[in-house]
């Protein structure tokens, strides 16, 4: 008895590439779906969010970045002078800080475009904050009117 008669012929080598090309196509075609569904779903998640009444603005968004670079730089002073909590930056040191990374530090709001009139450093074991919140608040008003 011969074992030819269970296996089927196998398929021309024109009917192989064809296929594979088939089923290449179909995944490329679904990585395609998927992908662009996921960036709609991006594009309108970030749509919604940018046009919701009070939103977070780039401004609140940078300002909130100066506050972070503001509280990492107060660390480099704690661990480089042996600072303890409540201690208070000098003057010196301060407008050291200010003469090296100053320009960068300024809330978009502040209309006088100063860190010092931006930023309170405060004392050493308390957040910065920003002296500007009074205008985030109200520009943020001003686009839930509008």
Not at 50 to 55: I, R
């Amino acid at each position: 008895m011969s074992n030819t008669a269970c296996c089927p012929p196998p398929l021309p080598a024109r009917r192989n590439r064809n296929l594979v090309w088939l089923i290449v196509g179909i995944v490329v075609l679904v990585m395609l779906t998927t992908c662009g569904g996921l960036f709609g779903c991006a594009w309108w998640l970030v749509s919604r969010v940018g046009s919701a009444a009070g939103s977070f603005s780039m401004d609140d968004y940078t300002c909130g970045q100066h506050v972070e670079e503001i509280a990492l730089l107060k660390e480099e002073w704690v661990t480089a002078h042996d600072g303890k909590a409540g201690d208070a930056i000098p003057p010196a040191d301060l407008a050291e800080i200010l003469a090296e990374h100053g320009e960068k530090l300024v809330c978009p709001l502040d209309p006088k475009h100063t860190p010092q009139t931006s930023y309170e450093f405060g004392p050493i074991g308390t957040d910065p904050a920003c002296k500007c919140r009074t205008l985030h608040e109200q520009k943020r008003n001003g686009k839930k009117k509008t």
